[in-house]
Structures are given as C-alpha cells and as structure tokens.
Antibody, heavy 118, light 107 residues
Framework: EVQLLESGGGLVQPGGSLRLSCAAS????????MNWVRQAPGKGLEWVSS????????YYADSVKGRFTISRDNSKNTLYLQMNSLRAGDTAVYYC???????????WGQGTVVTVSS | EIVMTQSPATLSVSPGERATLSCRAS??????LAWYQQKPGQAPRLLIY???TGATGIPARFTGSGSGTEFTLTISSLQSEDFAVYYC?????????FGQGTKVEIK
C-alpha cells in the first residue's frame, strides 16, 4: 500500500524551530518529486515547497523562503522540512504529498499540526 | 504568480443533482490543472489531473474539462459522500498555486 506518514509537529514559540518528517512506503521513493502543502485553521491549501527525486532541485513559496529547508534521505525513504524562525502565521496542518514536476499530487499524508504561539 | 480563482465559493445542491464548479487561471496553465476533494478532518484527495483525467479509483460521475485558463469540474449526480470542499491547483508554473476552494453543501 502506498503511504505517507508525517511526524514532528507540535507547539513551538515564535522564533523557534521544528523539523517535520514524512516517511514513505509502497513506492520507489527516489523516482518521485515530493512536496509540502499546509493549511492554516479554517483556510485553504497553500503550497510550501517541492524537491526533485534526487534532492538536487528545490523550490519554495516566498512566504517561507530563507526560513524553511526541504530535504530528503532516499536511503530512508523520508522527506523532511526544517522550519526556522517560525511565526504565528506558520500555524497550520502540514501535509506531505507525492508528485513530481508536471504531476499532480496523487498521494497525501494525514498531516501533522504545527502551532506557533507563546 | 498565477492566481487561481474558483467560483462559486459555496454551491448548494440537492442529492442526485448536477454540480458544476469553475476554476480560472490568471494566465495559461496548459492542461496542468488538478482537482482535489477535501472532507473535514481529512487530507485532500486527488480527483482529476491533466484537467480531464480521472485519478485511480475516482467514480465516473466526476469529470473535468478545459484548458488554458478556464476549467470546470462536473459532478453528474451528487451522492451524500460528495459534499465537501473542492480545490483546483495549477502545476504548470512555480510557485504552485491553489484556488481558494468551493464548498459543496446539501441544499
């Protein structure tokens, strides 16, 4: 079964850091681009970042550029999102999703909740 | 950045009726357009990709059409499990962008 499982969310103070993980199973992980999408409470979906299958190409939304870093460990079938200098506006459910360049996101994880508050 | 605009924001439909949802892109995205369904407390689910191709396991009552800047998702006969929020997304340009969503509710 193809599956994505996020972890690492939690409550963090403004200015703090958090690292999210997304464990993949059921498909050849290094063949696919991967993505992070977030959803603030009661709001719509916002694309955050994408990474190519080999990990060498990355893209970021302007809202997180310079603060967030996407990476992957293909030996562990795991995607990461390192989030630094967190702000209240980063509070959201963070989803990882499978989908390369010019592909829709066909598999989504269940999401992990990040709350930035003092 | 390509802005995706969905209409209407809310659509009230009776079970068994047809629902038509629209998505407009601020510039051409070719056919690199997807539709997702999201129910409360759940992750989004891919319905349509390439503007008109149904994803694996998606019922035939969901159809997508359009190209360039104008797209439509049609649900031919609404079932109880179809009441949800629907999002369009373009994956032609960076940054990837989603529409604000259309909520399909029971009339």
């Amino acid at each position: 079964e193809v599956q994505l499982l996020e972890s690492g969310g939690g409550l963090v103070q403004p200015g703090g850091s958090l690292r999210l993980s997304c464990a993949a199973s059921g498909f050849t992980f290094n063949n696919y681009g991967m993505n992070w999408v977030r959803q603030a409470p009661g709001k719509g979906l916002e694309w955050v970042s994408s990474i190519g299958g080999g990990g060498g190409t990355t893209y970021y939304a302007d809202s997180v550029k310079g603060r967030f870093t996407i990476s992957r460990d293909n030996s562990k079938n795991t995607l990461y999102l390192q989030m630094n200098s967190l702000r209240a506006g980063d509070t959201a459910v963070y989803y990882c999703a499978k989908g390369g360049w010019l592909y829709a996101y066909d598999i989504w994880g269940q999401g992990t909740v990040v709350t930035v508050s003092s | 950045e390509i802005v995706m605009t969905q209409s209407p924001a809310t659509l009230s439909v009776s079970p068994g009726e047809r629902a038509t949802l629209s998505c407009r892109a601020s510039q051409s995205v070719s056919s690199n357009l997807a539709w997702y369904q999201q129910k409360p407390g759940q992750a989004p689910r891919l319905l349509i990709y390439g503007a008109s191709t149904g994803a694996t396991g998606i019922p035939a009552r969901f159809t997508g059409s359009g190209s360039g800047t104008e797209f439509t998702l049609t649900i031919s006969s609404l079932q109880s499990e179809d009441f949800a929020v629907y999002y369009c997304q373009q994956y032609n340009n960076w940054p990837r962008t989603f529409g604000q969503g259309t909520k399909v509710e029971i009339k």
